[in-house]
């Protein structure tokens, strides 16, 4: 970001149907030009001085490259607008709007928000800088590697939002500003204040001791605590009570009886769900438990008004959540068409069979799995058999489900190159003798999974992916209806899948 560009003058386009036609500005002063509302326009350069930008809305615009010097932009909205490469100085935002616009590599330095509002807007590279934020209040918003710097704040600054890799330096937050959104973690405060109330309002400044005593505390919604808790640990990688209590959303409404405070809080829960497990800060697991609970939800709403906001969002929320399924999917599939009969892990824990068949019985049976070789390394190598490969798929499944998502793409990146092996080497390696392994009757492949997409009419006109396979509901037959927190001691138990042709993938 260009935070010191060269003043250029201002040059605007007007943007149709039929293209871009730019706007002949000699021919017009700025504050005949400036006098109303700006619809579809492309400006880029420097802001003059002179209008009065209290009577005009930037809607449906684009400002790229452009710089604002000292401009007053009191009351002024920018709604559906993009704003690119841009650079505010001591320019006064005060009662104005943002309103589902999109901020890129911008830098507000010296500006003042006092009583502004901004809602579903996206802050990507955002720098404020010594800027007043009194009465500033952000709703529904996503911010990704975004930076206050010096600022002067009075409220929580936002709520129902994610705050991404963001960071405060030198800036007071309010308790709030981390329990109201999802994604704020403790390294985000670089000599910081977290305050307990209003600025306002008699309040004291509040240490992670205190933090973590209110982890327990009945004033906080199990979100709430979540949001907390993801505060100071900085992970969910382990799973928690609270995000197994955050997963009931059925519990929500009793909070959240609006449908519009629900479908912005689910959309943002998700949302958060999600960029942790891309920033492998969460396992499969909880991304599968949300899966079935929207699937579940939306078979379960009517197409009454009142809810169809919430059947959308459910809904749309579920297609995002099924593209991370769907590389599971596959790559189980993947796993299974290759070692159908057998599965080779490196293990923690004591040479003893009864202990892996007492830790993971849930998943390996009783007697349909067996443990054909476990040997003395550092770590143990298991081996785990069965005559019918849908036995085995328990046992896969909550492996890859405790799985992160570097693990997993690391993963399907070694199955797909095995697969790729030449037949007549893939099947000498397999026939190699493998020690302690008793000979099990070969059956016939079968496609355990396959996919669709398209309308369906039942219960609710809906477009969805649908996968078929030989199992009924993915979590009960993969027996992964389990809570979050036994993610820390599986990935303790089985810690990586052998593949390659070192007696693995068998």
């Known amino acids: 970001m260009d935070h010191y560009l060269d003043t250029k003058p201002l040059r605007v386009f007007l943007e149709t149907d039929k293209g871009e036609n730019e706007v002949d500005l000699t021919n017009v002063s700025p504050a005949e030009f400036f006098r109303n509302d700006l619809i579809r326009y492309r400006l880029t350069g420097t802001f003059p001085s002179g209008p009065d930008f209290s009577v005009v809305n930037f809607i449906a615009c684009e400002l790229y490259d452009v710089k604002a010097d000292g401009i007053d932009f009191s009351e002024c909205d920018f709604k559906d607008t993009l704003v690119k490469g841009a650079v505010f100085s001591s320019c006064k935002f005060d009662g104005g709007t943002f309103a589902t616009t999109f901020f890129a590599d911008t830098e507000f330095r010296s500006c003042t928000f006092y009583n502004h509002a901004a809602y579903s807007c996206d802050f990507r590279q955002v720098r404020f800088v010594e800027c007043d934020l009194t009465n500033l209040l952000i709703k529904s918003t996503r911010f990704s590697e975004c930076a206050f710097q010096n600022c002067v704040t009075s409220n929580k600054i936002c709520e129902m939002s994610t705050l991404f890799d963001m960071n405060f330096d030198g800036t007071p937050i309010q308790l709030e500003t981390i329990t109201s959104n999802f994604g704020l973690r403790h390294d985000n405060l670089t000599n910081s204040v977290i305050r307990a109330g209003r600025a306002r309002e008699t309040h004291q400044s509040l240490s992670a001791d205190d933090l973590k005593a209110l982890l327990n505390s009945p004033e906080l919604s199990a979100l709430e605590g979540l949001a907390l808790e993801y505060f100071l640990e900085q992970s969910l990688l382990n799973g928690s009570g609270l995000l197994d209590e955050s997963l009931n959303i059925t519990r929500w409404t009793k909070i959240h009886r609006n449908p519009g405070s629900f479908v912005e809080l689910l959309d943002k829960f998700g949302e958060f769900l999600i960029h942790l497990y891309d920033d492998n800060r969460l396992t499969l697991h909880p991304i599968l438990l949300l899966h079935h609970v929207t699937s579940t939800l939306t078979a379960s709403i009517s197409s009454a008004n009142e809810l169809h906001r919430v059947a959308m969002s459910l809904g749309g929320l579920h297609l995002i959540l099924s593209r991370i399924i769907e590389n599971y999917l596959q790559l189980l599939q993947l796993i299974s068409d290759q070692t159908p009969n057998s599965l080779t892990f490196l293990a923690e824990g004591p040479l003893e069979p009864e ?57 399907k990146s070694t199955i797909e190159r095995i697969d790729k092996t030449p037949a007549k080497d893939r099947n000498s390696k397999q026939h190699k003798p493998k020690r302690n392994l008793p000979a099990r009757r070969q059956e016939p492949k079968l496609p355990l999974l396959s996919f669709s997409t398209g309308m369906v009419e039942a219960p609710n006109p809906a477009y969805e992916l649908r996968v078929r396979s030989l199992m009924g509901s993915l979590l009960v037959d993969l027996r992964l209806n389990f809570s979050t927190t036994l993610a820390r001691r599986l990935r303790g138990i089985l810690l990586e899948l052998l593949t390659g042709s070192s007696g693995k993938l068998s």
């Not at 550092?378 to 005559?387: G, R, T």
């Open 355 to 411: 202990y892996f068949q007492k830790e993971l019985e849930p998943w390996i049976g009783t007697g349909e799995v067996q443990i054909s070789r476990l040997e003395r390394n550092s770590p143990l190598v298991i081996q785990f058999i069965a005559d019918h490969s849908m036995s085995l798929l328990p046992l896969l499944g909550v492996f890859l489900a405790t799985r992160t998502n570097l693990e997993i793409t690391r993963l």
